[in-house]
């Protein structure tokens, strides 16, 4: 079965760009079946959905975000990745990549096991 | 912004039903889901589609809709089953949002 393990720096500076990849194995994200997306969870609060893209390379964004968020697809790599600029304390969170099942509207899985970004100086 | 509300908590006695509702004025359009979530691992999908259950979900988990409130059902609740809970669904964009959550305590 299909699995996805995020990796990337756990400690990003204030202002910096957080950026996060997702490794997919068990599946191709080239099949189109499937959309990628992002998730957050900051601690011990809720979830926040960041945004997903589709083997092709078209994204849509949380609209609360939109402006310092880019998704990539790497489609000979099977990876997808997240990019968040100007990052703040408040960006601070555990940081999910899923697989989007095609629905009105889809849903998500399986998920990563998360990884934790602290922005702190 | 959109909101889907859910109680901050519920709990409940083994063996008892555990009822969690969500509620979204966009409810009635949309298709919701629901995931469990344990400390320190990701979210787990355990209704898709308002009342489907993926394989592998035991059958004390349900899901079912009526208007703007959607309701998970544990039956026969057990210890295990302690857990945060989230709904899911999408605003009338297609943006995908996520409720309040929802906290289970196993008495």
């Known amino acids: 079965q299909v699995q996805l393990q995020e990796s990337g720096p756990g400690l990003v500076k204030p202002s910096q760009t957080l950026s996060l990849t997702c490794t997919v194995s068990g599946g191709s994200i080239s099949s189109g079946d499937y959309y990628w997306s992002w998730i957050r969870q900051p601690p011990g609060k809720g979830l926040e959905w960041i945004g997903y893209?589709?083997?092709?390379?078209?994204?849509y964004y949380n609209p609360s975000l939109k402006s310092r968020v880019t998704i990539s697809v790497d489609t000979s790599k099977n990876q997808f990745s997240l990019k968040l600029s100007s990052v703040t304390a408040a960006d601070t969170a555990v940081y999910y990549c899923a697989r989007v099942v095609p629905a009105a509207p889809g849903w998500f899985d399986p998920w990563g096991q998360g990884t934790l970004v602290t922005v702190s100086s | 912004s959109y909101e889907l509300t859910q109680p901050p908590s519920v709990s409940v006695s083994p063996g008892q039903t555990a009822r969690i509702t969500c509620s979204g004025d966009a409810l009635p359009k949309q298709y919701a889901y629901w995931y469990q979530q344990k400390p320190g691992q990701a979210p787990v999908l355990v209704i898709y589609k308002d009342s489907e259950r993926p394989s592998g979900i035991p059958e004390r988990f349900s899901g079912s809709s009526s208007g703007t409130t959607v309701t998970l059902t544990i039956s026969g609740v057990q210890a295990e089953d302690e857990a945060d809970y989230y709904c899911?669904?999408?605003?009338?964009?297609?943006?995908?949002?996520f409720g309040t959550g929802t906290k289970v305590t196993v008495l």
């Open positions: 893209i589709y083997y092709s390379g078209s994204t």
């Open positions: 899911q669904s999408a605003d009338s964009s297609g943006t995908p949002v």
